[in-house]
């Protein structure tokens, strides 16, 4: 952790998005803008889910 905030990377320590998740993961993006702690999984999850809900109205 001290490492973490001495070099700056500690920025990039987020919480995942997902309310049934909420691992801490570190942002890789090069935008810093990473939601999710796995795209395959949690982000997948996500985008199903509204992908579905589109499709049903």
Same mark, same amino acid.
């Given at each position: 952790?001290?490492?973490? $905030? /001495?070099?700056?990377?500690? %920025? =990039?320590? %987020?919480?995942?998005?997902?309310?049934?998740?909420?691992? /801490?993961?570190?942002?890789?993006?090069?935008?810093?803008?990473? =939601?999710?702690?796995?795209? /395959? $999984?949690?982000?997948?999850?996500? %985008?199903?889910? /509204?992908? =579905?809900? =589109?499709?049903?109205?």
């Amino acid at each position: 952790m001290a490492t973490a $905030v /001495a070099d700056g990377s500690l %920025k =990039r320590l %987020k919480l995942c998005a997902s309310s049934d998740c909420r691992w /801490a993961s570190r942002d890789t993006s090069r935008s810093g803008g990473g =939601r999710w702690c796995s795209m /395959a $999984v949690c982000g997948n999850r996500h %985008k199903t889910r /509204a992908y =579905r809900r =589109r499709q049903a109205d």
